[in-house]
């Protein structure tokens, strides 16, 4: 395979039920959380929290699926990668189950909120909203959330540098456009779009983290120890006192409801 056709392979075809398995540790330590505002944002209107079940498609070790449940939701978290599933921290709110977006197992109307965070680009698309219109009740809602990283924060503008050099200039760098589906879909309607701002700090233990957690950047070879040393570098231009670097991302919060 060339790199033209290397490129124009959807990522839903790249591996997904496992690409993250060697990463689930770095995945549960180091990944971001959410904007509290945001979350806020999918939850308005719903209802009363603790009166809702979410799911979770794709929930990774849980961090999702723990902000909506301190909120007071049951959160169904489907994740197909045992060892994602096995490094989620343990939430009384939280239950997690083996199925995929494709093919969650989930009854009919039986869902208030359908969220994927970090995930959609993940799955098939049209298969995907299909299921997520049959398991949702018709007055719930649907939400797509993705960070992205700001590049008018100049640290985080040299880290993602640093990532697309290193990563070859993964696809996966520019799947904010894999919503695209959702504005085409006959299942879902009166989308709207919110934007949040938010930062992680990290010390240098973390940018490293925070980077290996990333599926598409090297573990091992001659690529890690470049990626490696190049981090050490951001981390000594960039830190502040205290050690620290902050990642600044804005965050993309896509909000539908079901066509009835």
Not at 43 to 66: H, K, M, N, W, Y
Not at 81 to 94: S, T, Y
Request: glycine content about 6%.
């Amino acid at each position: 395979m060339n790199q033209a056709e290397a490129d124009a392979t959807p990522l839903h075809s790249r591996q997904p039920l496992t690409r993250f398995s060697n990463r689930a540790a770095d995945y549960a330590k180091y990944r971001p959380g959410y904007p509290e505002a945001a979350i806020a944002a999918i939850l308005e209107g719903l209802g009363v929290p603790e009166q809702l079940i979410a799911t979770d498609i794709g929930a990774g070790t849980g961090i999702s699926s723990r902000l909506l449940a301190n909120r007071g939701v049951r959160v169904l978290a489907i994740e197909p990668n045992a060892a994602m599933r096995q490094a989620a921290p343990e939430h009384p709110l939280v239950e997690f189950r083996d199925g995929t977006a494709e093919q969650t197992h989930l009854a009919d109307a039986s869902i208030d909120l359908v969220t994927c965070f970090q995930s959609f680009h993940w799955f098939e698309p049209e298969a995907t909203l299909g299921e997520f219109h049959r398991i949702l009740k018709r007055s719930g809602r649907l939400a797509l959330v993705w960070h992205e990283r700001d590049s008018a924060d100049e640290f985080t503008e040299a880290y993602g540098r640093l990532v697309r050099l290193i990563s070859n200039h993964n696809m996966a760098e520019k799947r904010l456009g894999s919503v695209s589906p959702l504005f085409s879909s006959p299942h879902f309607i009166k989308i709207h779009r919110q934007t949040f701002c938010y930062q992680q700090a990290l010390d240098l233990e973390g940018l490293v983290g925070r980077a290996q957690s990333t599926s598409y950047l090297p573990r091992e070879g001659p690529a890690h120890q470049k990626l490696i040393s190049g981090l050490q570098e951001l981390h000594t231009h960039f830190c502040n006192a205290h050690g620290l670097v902050y990642l600044a991302y804005l965050t993309s919060v896509y909000l539908a409801v079901p066509h009835s």
